[in-house]
């Protein structure tokens, strides 16, 4: 199985930029879907952005879109969460999953089977 460790949160003022990663060992990641998800204190999780094994698919949350962009380099077994114009209701703790799908394809869903440890991302105002 994959172990999957994050990096690339901080500390960045509104407007900011950050670019997250999502680093797999013991498994190829190419194998795998890829999710990132949030958590908020006092918020339940909630899915930010995915890209299927191939990269051909992508779904962003609404809260997100034309701001976050993720990507995937299958070459280096890592995929990219590239967050723009970052806004204070961004700052959570930012988890990356992987899951098995059938084709190339990707789910908003919770229902991820391996996960990250999270990394924090907190924007001031």
């Known amino acids: 199985q994959p172990q999957i460790v994050e990096s690339g949160g901080g500390l960045v003022e509104s407007g900011g930029s950050l670019r997250l990663s999502c680093a797999a060992s013991?498994?190829?990641?190419?194998?795998?879907?890829i999710g990132w998800f949030r958590q908020a204190p006092g918020k339940e999780r909630e899915a930010v952005s995915c890209?299927?094994?191939?990269?051909?698919?992508?779904n962003y949350a609404e809260s997100v879109k034309g701001r976050f962009t993720i990507s995937r380099d299958n070459a280096k077994n890592t995929v990219y969460l590239q967050m723009n114009n970052l806004k204070p209701e961004d700052t959570a703790v930012y988890y990356c999953?992987?899951?098995?799908?059938?084709?190339?394809?990707?789910?908003?869903?919770?229902?991820?089977?391996?996960w990250g440890q999270g990394t924090q991302v907190t924007v001031s105002a």
């Open positions: 999953a992987a899951r098995m799908t059938a084709g190339d394809m990707c789910v908003m869903t919770g229902d991820y089977t391996y």
């Open positions: 013991g498994r190829i990641l190419s194998y795998y879907a």
């Open positions: 890209i299927s094994s191939g990269g051909g698919r992508t």
